[in-house]
């Protein structure tokens, strides 16, 4: 290469290739711990479960509103149990210094029970559901499905269900019209062939012994009781999902990449997550925001529009003598969420030079939105250029993307309701092949760059 082009030209490397052999085998034993939570943590309660347990071996210990606070604590506030805030008080003065924030969340696409669940057809019992999230509905038939979630009986006791992950597990069906019988529904469009009301899932077929009528949703529900103590009317305040029964798996002869469900957004949450609690940076305060119904347009008491987040820098500021404004005016976060990666089978909806590719780092974008950037953040140019510091400095492998072409759909995430709050606020996150099906694919290189890029933002100075 000229020295002239060298000089002038940007170019997008493979961070596989740019790693030394002792970072590479560093970016695969870290994808190891990863894999380890996609396969813990395949509900957002989970994943709070999970990410707590790992706090609480590093010293966070729960904090109330009102708690005084001070330089050197590591607190957490679990919102709910699906939503968690994790806090390091640094030394350096809030009101200059302000606050790093990484947000991410850890809700999937997936199917939810209704609340009048079972019922018997055809010697088939089955669970109706109502999905959550941007789902293609007919990737979710004929795999195996896996159940969990959270039952609150008529009184008030609680029992939480996990079935079809263990080898010996069932698991759980949705039928798929055979090809014999599919000439009409392959006429028909890809986002019609499957109703969501075909959804259900199969869940039973051994009728109870000398009972008549539905025999086998009797079956059925001895069984939930014996096992569970519940009742049919406990789904009525019961959270169940259907998630699939898939554990993470390397994909490739080389092992490159790695398939699981929920990828989005766990391949942020667990580089959020690891670089707080691996920094030995003492200066900043930093608070990580595992978030639940982003999926969903980050609604409710445990999504990112809910006040909390405000109301936690209120409280740390007031009680560290500074004013959360000045605060809040000071502060900056990562809105870490997974990007739509280049795919080559799909070259249509992708602008190429404008995409992430897959193994060339975690992909920072400037704004999201669709139709002319509507509902996106758009990081200011100053903003961004302050972040590229901090990327170049830690030595972090990014790549600036938006998520596909122009007016081909787009989307949005967290990142608007944080800088509402008067904070400077810029995505980043691991592009993703085949985003929001139930088995989706990234590469171990933009994992581990991502987990870089949380490190690096969490000990930047201002
Ligand atoms: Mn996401
Ligand atoms: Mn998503």
Redesign the pocket.
């Known amino acids: 290469m000229s020295e002239l082009s060298e000089k002038l030209l940007m170019k997008k490397e493979n961070a596989y290739k740019t790693a030394s052999e002792e970072e590479r085998a560093e970016i695969y034993s870290y994808a190891e711990g990863y894999k380890a939570f996609l396969d813990g943590a395949k509900t957002e309660r989970e994943a709070v479960r999970y990410a707590l347990t790992m706090a609480e071996k590093k010293g966070y210990r729960p904090y109330r509103f009102g708690d005084p606070v001070k330089a050197g604590d590591q607190l957490f506030y679990n919102n709910r149990g699906k939503n968690l805030f994790l806090m390091k008080i640094g030394k350096a003065p809030l009101e200059t210094a302000g606050i790093r924030i990484v947000a991410a969340?850890v809700d999937s696409p997936r199917l939810d029970l209704k609340q009048c669940p079972v019922y018997e057809d055809s010697e088939m019992c089955f669970f109706k559901t109502h999905y959550y999230g941007g789902i293609k509905k007919y990737q979710w038939t004929a795999i195996p499905l896996a159940l969990h979630g959270t039952i609150v009986r008529a009184d008030g006791t609680e029992v939480d269900i996990s079935v079809g992950e263990d080898e010996n597990d069932p698991i759980f069906y949705i039928n798929d019209l055979l090809p014999h019988l599919a000439q009409k529904q392959s006429r028909e469009p890809l986002g019609e062939a499957i109703s969501g009301e075909t959804l259900n899932i199969l869940v039973g077929g051994l009728p109870l012994a000398g009972e008549e009528g539905d025999a086998i949703k009797l079956g059925v529900l001895k069984i939930l009781n014996e096992k569970y103590g519940i009742v049919e009317s406990d789904f009525l305040s019961a959270e169940i999902c259907a998630v699939p029964a898939m554990k993470a798996r390397d994909i490739g002869f080389d092992r490159a990449l790695i398939a699981s469900y929920g990828h989005?957004?766990r391949v942020c949450a667990y580089p959020a997550l690891t670089a707080l609690l691996n920094t030995e940076d003492t200066e900043n305060t930093v608070i990580v925001v595992l978030a639940d119904k982003?999926?969903i347009g980050s609604e409710g008491t445990t999504g990112m529009q809910s006040v909390l987040l405000n109301d936690l820098i209120e409280q740390i500021s007031i009680s560290l003598g500074a004013n959360p404004r000045l605060v809040r005016e000071a502060s900056a976060c990562l809105s870490a969420?997974?990007n739509a990666a280049y795919d080559p089978n799909f070259k249509d909806v992708f602008e190429k030079a404008n995409s992430s590719l897959v193994s060339c780092g975690t992909a920072l974008s400037k704004y999201t939105g669709s139709r002319g950037k509507s509902g996106s953040n758009d990081a200011s140019a100053e903003f961004v250029g302050r972040i590229r510091r901090i990327f170049a400095d830690g030595k972090v492998a990014w790549q600036s993307a938006e998520l596909g072409k122009v007016d081909a759909g787009g989307g949005g995430?967290v990142a608007k309701y944080i800088a509402k709050m008067n904070i400077d606020t810029v995505d980043l996150g691991v592009p993703v092949i085949s985003m929001h099906a139930p088995y989706e694919a990234i590469s171990k290189a933009d994992l581990f760059a991502t987990y870089r890029a949380c490190a690096a933002f969490i000990d930047s100075c201002k």
Request: aromatic share 0%; glycine share 0%.
């Open positions: 969340h989005d957004d982003e999926e969420d997974v995430t």
